[in-house]
Structure formats: structure tokens, C-alpha cells
């Protein structure tokens, strides 16, 4: 149980292109999902809480009109990079957790998006 | 943000040993622990956590420790196997939020 599944695995696109990935919780729902960037040999960096319903809340230093967050149901949030150039190059992740549970529940991780700016 | 790290970078084990991965978070309001295991080109997979009324809990061949008077947590991992070989974070947040913060992550190479 408890699987988030990501798409597209890997893009490839110009300088310019706005790119969209997709986090959806299969088999739970999800009031809340993150969306995480990482660089090669780094550790995760949180970006952004996906809230459902509502604005995301992005972390100091994120540019919100750059990453644009919708989370429109329990199960799909979507990480849209506007315009993209090629320092926004990353492995995005998108994480999720379980709603109706008290206390504290581990995330649980999409396998990422290897984005490529040309 | 939070400041949570590790003290090696990487570590190197022979098969068979036992692994111990430290991990040092700063913010004494964190309540809950995560170790977590990546694999090339994929996302996290959840090992085990930690609430913090508990300072030891075991899993399948795992074991995490939790002193909350260092502020330090650690994983150890018995009889590694090749499997085994991935980057392992720990990760925690506060009693007051959701987010999850992530260490810097230790490589763990294990040698046939």
C-alpha cells in the first residue's frame, strides 16, 4: 500500500518551455503533498506544502510564480515549472501522506522527475 | 529551516557486517523520525521511524536509537547485504508542522 506515483520519469525540453509533473497517491488519499528538489549527490530540499484545496505554502527562497502548485483533489497534486531554464535543471520528488491519521505518518515518495533544460 | 545532519558522508562495510549511520538534528521540538533509503535515480523508501517517547524501535534487520539528550539518532543495520547499498537519510519534524526536513545523507557501500 501506500504508493505515490510520478510522471513523467525524465523530460528533456528548451529553454523556455513551461513543464508540468504530476504526484498522485494511487491507492490513498492525500490532504497534503510535498514536492521536493534535489541535486546530484545532495540531500532533498523541501520546496513547497501542497495543500488540497488551497495555496500551496513554499519554502523561503522558492519563487511561487516560478513553481506553480496545484493540488485540486485528495489524490493528484501537480508541480508546474514556468518558463524553465537550464539552472532549473533538478530531479524534482513529490512525497504524500496518509489522511484521517492521527499524529505523525511518514511520507511516502514518488520515484521523481529528472527534468533537462537544453 | 531545519538543521539536520550527519557526521560521515559516506561509509564502507563488508558484507555480513553491521552498518551504524548517524544522523544529528538541531531543533528540540522534533517529535518524529524518519529514516529513509534511496537508490539511484528513485525516490526515498520509507526503513523506519521514530516517535520521540520511544529511544530504540527495531524493524526487519534495522534498529533505530534516539537520544534526545544529544539531540542524535542513529541506524543500524545487521548483516548488510549488497542490497543494501543506497544513500540513507534520516529526517524529522516538529510537533508544530508538517513538513519533513532532510540530512545530507550518507552512502553506504557495501563490499561483496
Known amino acids: 500500500g501506500a504508493v505515490v506515483s510520478q510522471h513523467p520519469s525524465w523530460v528533456i525540453c528548451k529553454s523556455g518551455t513551461s513543464v508540468k509533473i504530476e504526484c498522485r497517491s494511487l491507492?490513498?488519499?492525500?490532504?497534503?503533498m510535498f514536492w521536493y528538489r534535489q541535486f546530484p549527490k545532495q540531500s532533498l530540499m523541501l520546496m513547497a506544502t501542497?495543500?488540497?484545496?488551497?495555496?500551496?505554502t513554499y519554502e523561503q527562497g522558492v519563487e511561487k510564480d516560478k513553481f506553480l502548485i496545484n493540488h485540486a483533489s485528495l489524490t493528484l497534486s501537480t508541480l508546474t515549472v514556468t518558463s524553465a531554464h537550464p539552472e532549473d535543471s533538478s530531479f524534482y520528488i513529490c512525497?504524500?501522506?496518509?489522511w484521517g491519521w492521527g499524529g505523525n505518518q511518514p511520507q511516502h515518495f514518488g520515484d521523481g522527475t529528472r527534468l533537462s533544460i537544453l | 529551516g531545519e538543521s539536520v545532519g550527519l557526521h560521515l558522508p559516506t561509509l564502507s562495510v563488508q558484507e555480513g557486517d553491521n552498518s551504524i549511520i548517524n544522523c544529528a538534528y538541531s531543533n528540540s521540538a522534533s517529535d518524529y523520525f524518519i529514516w529513509y533509503k534511496q537508490e539511484s535515480g528513485k525516490g526515498p523508501q520509507f526503513i523506519i521511524d521514530?516517535?520521540?517517547?520511544?529511544d530504540k524501535r527495531q524493524g526487519q534487520r534495522v534498529t533505530v536509537l534516539l537520544n534526545k539528550t544529544v539531540k542524535h539518532l542513529s541506524l543500524q543495520i545487521a548483516a548488510t547485504q549488497p542490497g543494501d547499498s543506497a544513500v540513507y537519510f534520516c529526517a524529522e519534524t516538529p510537533n508544530t508542522g508538517n513538513q519533513f526536513y532532510f540530512g545530507t545523507g550518507t552512502s553506504l557501500t557495501v563490499i561483496p
Open positions: 501542497s495543500n488540497e484545496g488551497s495555496k500551496a
Open positions: 491507492d490513498f488519499q492525500a490532504t497534503t
Open positions: 512525497s504524500a501522506r496518509e
Open positions: 521514530i516517535r520521540s517517547n520511544m
